[in-house]
């Protein structure tokens, strides 16, 4: 994206920590949350970092900061090769800024916007995801924003989750006044909206709906904004129908309608368990004729047959238990006979 100079002066302005520490080599994205830039670092002997300047300070008071601040910490202390890494909060007057590694390539969005992605290159891409986010998980840290604007693909092929900007910490506190909710609207989970309750299941919901969009090529709910979002999702129950889903790949319907389960209970409960569910799919045809009917039709056969070995098993040992009392009371007749 080109420098524009009104986006640099909306964030800038009146900011001096900001405009003494770095130099903006471009706008890399510009959203109603805020705006991040590709500058160079004074303070790390002028590395190229990607900065963050959130617009929405309203959400942020001193309590607020210093929760906001602690959780950054545990991000900088991650280690992830799919996750981005995170530098520096600077905090500003009115509102916070943070730093964080700069990603050679571009979003997965930018990527989707110009083209169709195939499912094979769906597939390595979500591994990579996957992976980052169990990452952030086995830290007891969500993420609470993943989209396609916040994945990150490199130019080597890696892929990172981004934007750990709305990161929360399991079992603190908020990171928002009462009443507040942040994040995109067509992503924010049914539990989130309803009771404001956010944890990691809400992540795996996140991840079916980024899923739906690249397998079908169309955003989610693009065509209503804001208000207008939650308004539908509250009409609708937050039911997503058997034939949206059917405009995915056949072999990914179980998939999808695990994840997008509208109770938290009734989803994966882990994103390893989601990478192991698309593991098992991953070879299969792509129009495969699995479908969400065959998909539970299945699994009751499979119980069926586990049953009936079960029973078969039973039944063949209570067959050689006969057979050998059997054959023992007839040596022990043959015995006393001799004696």
Same mark, same amino acid.
């Given at each position: 994206?080109?420098?524009?100079? !009104? ?7 009146n900011q001096p920590e900001l405009r003494e520490r770095f130099e903006v080599l471009s706008v890399l994205g510009d959203g109603a949350a805020g705006v991040v830039y590709r500058v160079l670092d ?89 992976? !980052? ?27 990172? =989750? %981004? ?10 506190k908020g990171l928002t006044r009462p009443g507040i909710l942040l994040g995109t609207p067509q992503y924010m989970p049914p539990e989130y909206v309803r009771e404001s309750k956010y944890d990691k299941r809400g992540d795996i919901y996140t991840l079916g709906l980024m899923l739906y969009e690249l397998l079908t090529w169309k955003r989610w709910l693009s ?46 409960? %882990? ?6 569910? =698309? ?13 969400? !009917? ?24 209570? =067959?050689?238990? %006969? ?17």
């Amino acid at each position: 994206m080109k420098l524009e100079s !009104g986006s640099v002066q909306s964030a800038f302005a009146n900011q001096p920590e900001l405009r003494e520490r770095f130099e903006v080599l471009s706008v890399l994205g510009d959203g109603a949350a805020g705006v991040v830039y590709r500058v160079l670092d004074r303070a790390r002997n002028n590395a190229e970092v990607a900065l963050k300047v959130l617009a929405n300070d309203l959400a942020f008071d001193e309590a607020t900061l210093d929760r906001f601040l602690a959780e950054l910490r545990i991000c900088q202390e991650l280690r992830h090769p799919n996750l981005v890494q995170a530098y520096d909060l600077i905090e500003c007057s009115g509102t916070v800024a943070f730093t964080m590694e700069y990603v050679d390539g571009g979003s997965l969005q930018g990527i989707f916007a110009k083209q169709r992605i195939g499912v094979e290159a769906i597939d390595r891409i979500y591994e990579q995801v996957l992976d !980052g986010v169990q990452a952030l998980h086995d830290r007891n840290v969500i993420h609470r924003d993943i989209k396609l604007e916040n994945v990150l693909v490199g130019t080597n092929g890696v892929v990172k =989750l %981004s934007d750990l900007g709305l990161m929360k910490q399991v079992g603190k506190k908020g990171l928002t006044r009462p009443g507040i909710l942040l994040g995109t609207p067509q992503y924010m989970p049914p539990e989130y909206v309803r009771e404001s309750k956010y944890d990691k299941r809400g992540d795996i919901y996140t991840l079916g709906l980024m899923l739906y969009e690249l397998l079908t090529w169309k955003r989610w709910l693009s065509h209503l904004s804001g208000q207008d979002v939650i308004t539908h999702l509250m009409k609708t129950r937050f039911q997503i129908s058997r034939e949206v889903l059917e405009e995915a790949p056949r072999k990914y319907l179980p998939v999808l309608a695990k994840a997008l389960e509208v109770k938290p209970e009734a989803r994966y409960q %882990s994103a390893l368990e989601m990478k192991e569910a =698309l593991t098992q799919v991953k070879d299969l045809p792509i129009e495969s004729t699995i479908t969400l !009917g065959d998909a539970i039709t299945r699994q009751v056969r499979r119980t069926e047959q586990h049953t009936l070995k079960q029973r078969d098993t039973m039944l063949i040992v209570m =067959l050689v238990v %006969s057979i050998v009392s059997g054959l023992a009371l007839a040596a022990a007749g043959l015995f006393l006979v001799a004696r």
